[in-house]
């Protein structure tokens, strides 16, 4: 880190999502229409480098909140404080990036059937 208070090589890059529940393949944020410096999206810079439109933190929103983490509040400005820098478009929330379930039912389960002991004797 250059001074405690972040990175000084950039805010974002390419990742990678896979899972059971991952809602996959798509490529989130833009996409460079041409890999040639200067293409029409002003995202191409030279030597095959590109200017992320996403921010590290769009990712991890929608992971935490996936995880049980609510969007705002303090749970969630521990866990990524930058993410108020951002606008709230640029930040994937749980639905971006998982595919919805149901949540499951409060109602009780049967409790499991004991199984019988087995005791050596010697």
């Known amino acids: 880190t250059n001074s405690g208070n972040g990175t000084e090589h950039g805010w974002g890059g390419p990742h990678f999502m896979f899972g059971g ?9 833009k ?31 929608g992971t935490c909140e996936w995880f049980g983490v609510p969007a ?22 749980e639905a971006d990036l998982f595919v919805q379930t149901e949540s499951p039912t409060n109602t009780p389960s049967q409790p499991p059937t004991p199984s019988p002991t087995h005791v050596e004797t010697y």
């Open 21 to 29: 529940l991952v809602k996959g393949g798509r490529v989130l944020g």
């Open 31 to 61: 996409y460079p229409s041409d890999f040639r410096e200067g293409d029409a999206d002003g995202v191409a810079l030279s030597r095959g480098r590109m200017i992320p439109t996403s921010p590290w933190d769009a990712m991890w929103r």
């Open 72 to 93: 705002t509040g303090p749970g969630m400005d521990k866990i990524l404080p930058m993410h108020k820098n951002f606008p709230p478009f640029s930040l994937y929330n």
